[in-house]
């Protein structure tokens, strides 16, 4: 069945950037999403990328897909205090259906 | 728009009890969706809907019913609720199945503890 892994906890300290990766099993997914959820909140969409494209910016936000590892990464240059969360990929298309996958999610800590 | 609300936010429950959990949305989607988020981990979908009287079952169903008798209402219904079912549950629109930019809105969530 399909997949979707991420490592739990990233810390970084203000003004650095975070990277926070994920891995997916469903070579057939046409659009890849990252959501933020803040505490107590429901999560909000923050980028996603389409299968045929490598890179995606969006100000300080990077999205980078490599499709042959199935390896999924967002880059957040300069991270500010605001940017803590938990951060979810999620993978569509293939066998879901249409149905979105998620993995656990990274929770993004970050130190002024 | 308020978006996607969802009453109530908290509520605890013994077990056998029944509830319903609301969701309605204000954005004329017709895609609807039930999530189910336990701690330290991704969301599950628990039912779906593509429209007004047709819903489907996601990953996790067993437990739980639905209906969607308007478009703009998903209720979720907990029949005879369970410790395991102890978790929090967002419901989700959106105005496409999957495409892009189409993406889901999400409610604030529903804390259920099942006692």
């Known amino acids: 069945g399909e997949d979707v892994e991420q490592s739990l906890f990233l810390s970084v300290r203000e003004g650095d950037s975070s990277v926070i990766n994920c891995t997916y099993t469903?070579?057939?997914?046409?659009?890849l999403y990252w959501y933020k959820q803040e505490p107590g909140a429901g999560l909000q969409l923050l980028t996603y990328i389409f299968s045929n494209m490598d890179m995606k910016q969006d100000q300080r936000l990077t999205v980078l897909l490599n499709k042959k590892d199935k390896h999924l990464s967002l880059r957040i240059a300069d991270t500010q205090t605001g940017d803590s969360a938990i951060y979810f990929c999620a993978e569509i298309g293939g066998e879901s259906q249409g149905n979105l996958i998620f993995g656990k999610g990274t929770k993004l800590s970050v130190k002024p | 728009n308020a978006g996607v609300t969802q009453t109530p936010k908290f509520r605890i429950l013994k077990i056998g009890q029944s509830m319903t959990l609301q969701c309605t949305q204000d954005?004329?989607?017709?895609?609807m969706y039930w999530y189910r988020q336990d701690p330290g981990m991704g969301l599950k979908l628990i039912y779906y809907s593509v429209g007004a009287g047709i819903t489907d079952k996601g990953e996790v169903p067993n437990g739980y019913n639905v209906s969607r008798s308007t478009t703009e209402d998903f209720p979720l219904r907990l029949e005879l609720a369970a410790p395991s079912q102890t978790s929090v549950y967002f419901c989700?629109?959106?105005?496409?199945?999957?495409?892009?930019?189409?993406?889901?809105?999400f409610g604030p969530g529903t804390r259920l503890l099942v006692l």
């Open positions: 954005m004329n989607h017709n895609y």
């Open positions: 989700a629109s959106s105005r496409k199945y999957g495409q892009g930019r189409e993406t889901q809105y």
């Open positions: 469903d070579s057939s997914s046409t659009y």
